[in-house]
């Protein structure tokens, strides 16, 4: 199952400001560069990646929808929130969907699709530890195959909520 990573782009530049991440004084460079980083970001994790945008805040010569080096690129209509467009991709691709977003509203709509929701703090720290370590896996050194030696005892008892679980699945992938 393939991933679409769909992210609310006004909400995650502003976040990013706050993370360290340049940040250019011109809303146009702005957007170009965090294209740019999601594309350097693609190369090591192959997922499909959609930015949507505000169309108030659109390029006079920008299209509605577009591609930018493979991550695709929508502005919401006149009239129309950014929102509104992610609550649909969200519906649309349902469980193959990671949203990321910091929007509570946004992030509702998109659990009872069945999406998974990332903050834009946490996908921007997973883009930085990508863009870092390359395509080498972070944090442990055990292998994928699900087996950590140990002693502890196994059970249900601690078991995240199935949802919680799917979401932390997806995650592990970005």
């Known amino acids: 199952m393939s991933l679409h990573i769909i992210i609310d782009g006004y909400n995650f530049l502003h976040t990013t400001e706050m993370y360290g991440i340049p940040v250019a004084a011109d809303l146009q460079e702005m957007r170009e560069e965090l294209l740019d980083s999601l594309v350097e970001y693609k190369k090591f994790k192959p997922h499909k990646i959609t930015v949507v945008f505000d169309g108030t805040n659109a390029p006079f010569f920008s299209t509605k929808q577009s591609s930018h080096k493979g991550i695709g690129v929508r502005y919401s209509h006149k009239g129309e929130l ?10 649309h691709e349902r469980s193959r ?4 977003t910091s929007d509570n509203d946004i992030a509702r709509s998109a659990n009872a699709s069945d999406a998974s929701v990332l903050g834009s703090d946490e996908f921007a720290e997973k883009m930085k530890q990508a863009l870092f370590f390359g ?5 442990d050194d055990f292998s994928d195959d699900g087996w950590v030696p140990t ?3 196994k059970g ?6 199935k949802k919680k679980r799917k979401t932390a699945k997806k995650a592990k992938k970005l």
């Open 135 to 139: 395509d080498h896996e972070t944090g």
């Open 82 to 91: 950014a929102d509104d467009v992610i609550k649909r991709m969200a519906a």
């Open 156 to 161: 249900p008892g601690k078991r995240l909520p």
């Open 97 to 100: 969907a990671i949203v990321v």
């Open 151 to 153: 002693t502890k005892k």
